[in-house]
């Protein structure tokens, strides 16, 4: 488990990194840290710098791709995700790994899906709208187990208003959340439903819209994501 964190600090990092913040960002001794990372070099998951600092390595992007076209999650979602461009909003797809959100596409308004795959940091899964759509999936056990990961707790307000969340979540089957207005009077609208029985990823729509246009575009949100679904599930 510390291997697998000590690759993901490396690689989610945007520069090179050393053993010793690796170990102080994640709380190990250095002697131990340094031990996985030159596993993980060894192994070619990860690759050391000329000044003795750690990059992702040959092995790594060598599973991402395998793992990517053994899913098939990011080709079958693809098509799906560009005929989403009209409604010209944020499009994002992303998977929960542990405690974070890891974005597999982050599209801008008017952008090409496919030219955004990996272009955002994964993030805490309660600070995003996939991760709500994601977490209300799981049981309370494993909900709580989640959030115990963090080496900050959340604060108890935030905690429980979350909480509230994922249960009006569990309710409806959508991920929804309205923040500040623009200068427009429009709302800033986020909402997410899961792909996959069960869910194995979820897609989203993030910006500002008329309300009268929002179920319309959660509906067809919900028709993406079953369509997604019923791809995934076919044989290939």
Request: charged fraction near 20%; charge should be positive.
């Amino acid at each position: 488990m510390h291997g697998l964190e000590c690759l993901q600090a490396v690689v989610t990092a945007a520069r090179p990194m050393g053993s010793r913040e690796v170990a102080r960002n994640l709380g190990l001794e250095h002697t131990k840290a340094n031990r996985l990372l030159g596993t993980l070099c060894h192994l070619g998951f990860l690759s050391k710098t000329p000044n003795r600092k750690y990059i992702s390595g040959p092995g790594i992007h060598l599973l991402s791709a395998q793992s990517l076209n053994g899913s098939r999650l990011l080709a079958t979602a693809m098509p799906h995700l560009r005929e989403l461009t009209d409604a010209n909003m944020i499009i994002t797809l992303a998977v929960l790994w542990r405690k974070d959100i890891c974005y597999l596409v982050f599209a801008g308004p008017g952008h090409d899906p496919a030219t955004s795959i990996g272009a955002h940091q994964p993030c805490p899964v309660h600070h995003s709208i996939l991760g709500l759509a994601l977490i209300a999936e799981k049981t309370d056990k494993e909900v709580k187990a989640i959030l115990d990961m963090y080496q900050e707790p959340m604060q108890p307000e935030a905690k429980e208003l979350f909480l509230e969340e994922i249960a009006e979540t569990r309710k409806t089957g959508v991920a929804k959340r309205v923040r500040d207005r623009n200068s427009g009077g429009n709302w800033n609208h986020s909402f997410s439903v899961t792909i996959g029985e069960p869910a194995v990823a979820a897609i989203a729509l993030t910006g500002f819209a008329d309300d009268d246009k929002v179920p319309g575009l959660i509906k067809r949100l919900q028709e993406k994501s079953e369509l997604i679904t019923q791809q995934l599930l076919a044989k290939p």
